[in-house]
C-alpha cells in the first residue's frame, strides 16, 4: 500500500531553522513535492525531486533519497508567516498524486 | 491567475440533497483530474481520478455511487456529493497536471482549484 508519514506537529522559533522530514513507501516512483497550506486555501507549491540530492530554492531547500524512500523540507531564517501545515507528496507510477499525513508548524516570536 | 478554477468556494445543503462541484481546467486540455477531500487538521486525501470520456477510477473505501464523478469534457470535471449527509462536511479540492510534465523539471505543473467548502446541516 502507499505509506507517506510526517511529524504532526512541530515548533520553531522565528529566524531559526526547522527540518520538516518525510519517510514514503509507495507504487512506484515518479516525484516527491513539498506544499504549503494555510487552513481552508488550496496547497501552494514549494519545491519538487526526483532525483537524489539537495534542490535549493531561497529560504527553503528540500532534500531527496531515494533509496531511503526520505525526504526533508528545510526552512531557514524562519518568519511568522511560516506558519502552516507542510504536505510532502509523492506522485506514483500512474501519475497520482498522494499526500503525507502533514505537519503543522508553528513559529513563535 | 489561477490555471484550475472550482466552483462554488463555499455551499451549504440540507441533509439529504445532492450538491455539485466543478472543476475546470483554464486555457489547457486536461484528460486526468483528480479529487482530493480534506477533513479539518488532516492531510489531503485522494477520492478518485477522473478520465475524460471514461469512468471515473475511486480510491479504496470511497463510494463511487455517493461521490459521482463526470468528466465529459476536456477542460470540467463534476463531483457530485449524492444524499449528503453532515460527515460529508469537508473541504475538497480538485487538481490537473499541465500537459507535457512528464519530464524531470515538472514540478510546479500540478495545478490545484482553489477547493470547495462543503457544508451538510
Known amino acids: 500500500g502507499q505509506n507517506i508519514d510526517q511529524p504532526t506537529e512541530m515548533t520553531a522559533t522565528e529566524g531559526a531553522i526547522v527540518q520538516i522530514n518525510c519517510t514514503y513507501q509507495?507504487?512506484?516512483?515518479?516525484?516527491l513535492f513539498w506544499y504549503q497550506q494555510h487552513a481552508g486555501e488550496a496547497p501552494t507549491f514549494l519545491s519538487y525531486n526526483v532525483l537524489d540530492g539537495l534542490e535549493e530554492k531561497g529560504r527553503f531547500s528540500s532534500f531527496l533519497s531515494r533509496s531511503k524512500g526520505y525526504s526533508y523540507l528545510l526552512l531557514k531564517e524562519l518568519q511568522m508567516k511560516d506558519s502552516a501545515s507542510y504536505l510532502c507528496a509523492v506522485r506514483d507510477n500512474t501519475d497520482k498524486l498522494i499526500f503525507g499525513t502533514g505537519t503543522r508548524l508553528q513559529v513563535f516570536p | 491567475g489561477a490555471v484550475v478554477s472550482q466552483h462554488p468556494s463555499r455551499v451549504i445543503c440540507k441533509s439529504g440533497t445532492s450538491v455539485k462541484i466543478e472543476c475546470r481546467s483554464l486555457?489547457?486540455?486536461?484528460?486526468?483530474m483528480f479529487w482530493y477531500r480534506q477533513f479539518p487538521k488532516q492531510s489531503l486525501m485522494l477520492m478518485a481520478t477522473?478520465?475524460?470520456?471514461?469512468?471515473?477510477?475511486?480510491e479504496q473505501g470511497v463510494e463511487k455511487d455517493k461521490f459521482l464523478i463526470n468528466h465529459a469534457s476536456l477542460t470540467l470535471s463534476t463531483l457530485t456529493v449524492t444524499s449528503a449527509h453532515p460527515e460529508d462536511s469537508s473541504f475538497y479540492i480538485c487538481?490537473?497536471?499541465?500537459?507535457?510534465?512528464?519530464?524531470?523539471?515538472?514540478?510546479?505543473?500540478?495545478?490545484f482549484g482553489e477547493g470547495s467548502w462543503l457544508t451538510v446541516v
Open positions: 477522473s478520465n475524460e470520456g471514461s469512468k471515473a477510477t475511486y
Open positions: 486555457d489547457f486540455q486536461a484528460t486526468t
Open positions: 487538481s490537473a497536471s499541465f500537459p507535457g510534465s512528464g519530464s524531470l523539471n515538472s514540478g510546479n505543473t500540478i495545478y
Open positions: 509507495t507504487s512506484g516512483f515518479n516525484g
